[in-house]
C-alpha cells in the first residue's frame, strides 16, 4: 500500500527566503506526482504535475524535482511572499491505478 | 479549461436528516469521479470512486448505504450523507479525472447539529 509522507508538518520563514518542502513515499512504482495549494476552507489548487518519466518542472518561483528510484520529492519556493502561505500537498498515482494517495501536508507560512 | 463545481458550498443539518451534495464538471467529461473528505488539519482521505453508470467503489471503511453515490451522466456525480450525525461533519471534497489528471472542485462544508 502506498504511503506518502511530508516533513515538515508545518514551517515558518521569513519573507523573501528561499524554501524547500519534501515529500516521500514507499512504492516507487509511480505513475506521476502532484504538488497542490489549498488555503484554509477552501479546495486544491494544482501546482506541478511531474510524470513518472520526468526530473522536474517548473511554474514561476516554484520547481518541482522527483527522485523516483528514492522516492523522493522537493518543491522548491524562490524568494517566498507571504501569499504563499497555505498548506502544501503532495500526491502520487500509481501505475494501473487512478487513485491519489495524498501526503499529510505542510502548512507554511511566510513571515512578513 | 477543466473547471470543477460543487454545490453547496456549505451547509448546516440536524442530525438525522440527508444531505446531497453535487460535483459537476463544467467544461469536459469525466467517466471517473472522486469523492474525499478532509477532517480540520488533516490530509484528504478517499471515500470511494464514482464511474459513470456503474456501481462506486468505495474505500475500506467507508459505509457505502451511509454515503450514497450516483454518477448518472458524464458530468455530475451525487454525495447523499445518509441519516447525518454530528461525526459526518467534515469538508468534502470531489474531483473529475480527465487525462491522467484530477480536477478538484471547491469543496463542500457540512456541519450536523
Known amino acids: 500500500k502506498q504511503e506518502v509522507t511530508q516533513i515538515p508538518a508545518a514551517l515558518s520563514v521569513p519573507e523573501g527566503e528561499n524554501l524547500v518542502l519534501n515529500c516521500s513515499f514507499t512504492d516507487s512504482a509511480i505513475y506521476n506526482l502532484q504538488w497542490f495549494r489549498q488555503d484554509p476552507g477552501k479546495g486544491l489548487t494544482s501546482l506541478l504535475l511531474?510524470?513518472?518519466?520526468?526530473r522536474e518542472q517548473t511554474s514561476g518561483r516554484l520547481n518541482a524535482s522527483l527522485d523516483k528510484s528514492s522516492g523522493r520529492s522537493t518543491l522548491y519556493i524562490a524568494a517566498s511572499q507571504p501569499g504563499d502561505s497555505a498548506t502544501y500537498l503532495c500526491a502520487v498515482t500509481n501505475f494501473g491505478n487512478e487513485k491519489l494517495t495524498f501526503g499529510t501536508g505542510t502548512r507554511l507560512t511566510i513571515i512578513p | 479549461g477543466a473547471v470543477v463545481s460543487q454545490h453547496p458550498s456549505w451547509v448546516i443539518c440536524k442530525s438525522g436528516t440527508s444531505v446531497k451534495i453535487e460535483c459537476r464538471s463544467l467544461d469536459f467529461q469525466a467517466t471517473t469521479m472522486f469523492w474525499y473528505r478532509q477532517f480540520p488539519k488533516q490530509s484528504l482521505m478517499l471515500m470511494a470512486t464514482?464511474?459513470?453508470?456503474?456501481?462506486?467503489?468505495?474505500e475500506q471503511g467507508v459505509e457505502k448505504d451511509k454515503f450514497l453515490i450516483n454518477h448518472a451522466s458524464l458530468t455530475l456525480s451525487t454525495l447523499t450523507v445518509t441519516s447525518a450525525h454530528p461525526e459526518d461533519s467534515s469538508f468534502y471534497i470531489c474531483?473529475?479525472?480527465?487525462?491522467?489528471?484530477?480536477?478538484f472542485g471547491p469543496g463542500t462544508r457540512l456541519t450536523v447539529t
Open positions: 474531483s473529475a479525472y480527465r487525462v491522467d489528471e484530477q480536477y
Open positions: 511531474i510524470q513518472s518519466s520526468q
Open positions: 464514482s464511474n459513470e453508470g456503474s456501481k462506486a467503489t468505495y
